[in-house]
């Protein structure tokens, strides 16, 4: 195998990062040539499964924009799910599909405002208006499709965000997806703002597996950030109304411990191990959660 240019540059880079010398070469012979040619074998399998994949969802791409009627590739999708339980700790995520896949690093978190009720419908206008004004406000480029996960209730907020912002409707198509029958997967339907019956997409088609797919990133982000604010919520609620435990202590509890779920399930004695926390008051802090 050719051994890349820089090589000194690089190996001086490998060594501060490891701590210690680091010596690149090329194996000639040996089981040392065998791993690096099974990794170039493996390297260039991986770049030809993300072609692959990225030809394919194109050509999704190429026939939702035919159904949409949309006179432009689209370029990008973002897709918006709310999450709370019974109006507590109520969050929105928003992710983001293009040509190239899903892009993680594009992906938005909306801890909403709006008074604690079980309202989906006001918690998605927060988050939609939010995320437009600022677009607006910024002059960003818009996505080429809005999809929200749920039925016209919800494509409806979606359009009257659009509509009280004056953004175009052709340059931007707006959609819901709705689960199908006995929320089986495959039978999703697709609604376009502005029409009645949803659009004709083939029942376990490529294409709707692929926006059930972008769906679901949008649910587990929204599930996995509104669970992370109702442990921070519930961790907040036990350990401040206990007695004797100031913020320096519950931080000493929390890293001990690592979070809220190991220290419900700690014994006294073992609570009564953290630096600074007493018998009495391990007590205190295990009937807490008993």
Do not use: W
Not at 5 to 15: K, M, V
Not at 55 to 79: C, F, G, N, T, V
Not at 268 to 285: H, N, T
């Amino acid at each position: 195998s050719e051994l890349p240019t820089e090589l000194e540059l690089l190996a001086d880079i490998f060594s501060t990062q490891k701590g210690q010398n680091v010596y690149i070469t090329s194996p000639a012979r040996g089981e040392k040539l065998k791993i690096i040619k099974q990794a170039k074998l493996n390297a260039e399998n991986e770049l030809k499964r993300k072609a692959n994949k990225t030809a394919s969802i194109k050509k999704q791409l190429e026939i939702l924009s035919e159904i949409l009627e949309y006179d432009y590739p689209i370029e990008r999708i973002e897709m918006y799910d709310i999450s709370n339980t019974q109006g507590r700790n109520p969050v929105a995520s928003m992710v983001v599909a293009t040509p190239e896949g899903m892009q993680p690093s594009h992906y938005r978190k909306f801890a909403i405002k709006v008074k604690d009720t079980p309202d989906d419908y006001a918690m998605m206008r927060e988050a939609l208006t939010r995320r437009y004004s600022r677009i607006q406000k910024e002059k960003l480029t818009m996505p080429s499709v809005v999809m929200v996960d749920g039925g016209k209730g919800h494509l409806k907020v979606l359009t009257e965000v659009f509509d009280d912002l004056n953004l175009s409707k052709e340059e931007t198509r707006l959609c819901a997806i709705a689960k199908g029958e006995f929320r089986d997967k495959g039978l999703e339907k697709i609604y376009l703002s502005g029409d009645r019956d949803p659009l004709p997409i083939e029942y376990n088609s490529p294409l709707i597996f692929l926006l059930q797919n972008i769906r679901d990133e949008s649910h587990r982000t929204a599930i996995g950030y509104h669970r992370k604010l109702r442990a921070k919520a519930m961790t907040k609620s036990v350990l401040d109304e206990i007695e004797g435990i100031g913020p320096a202590k519950k931080k000493a509890v929390l890293n001990y411990f690592g979070g809220i779920s190991v220290l419900k399930n700690a014994s006294i004695e073992e609570i009564s191990k953290v630096d600074g926390v007493s018998k009495s008051l391990a007590e205190k802090i295990y009937y807490a959660f008993h």
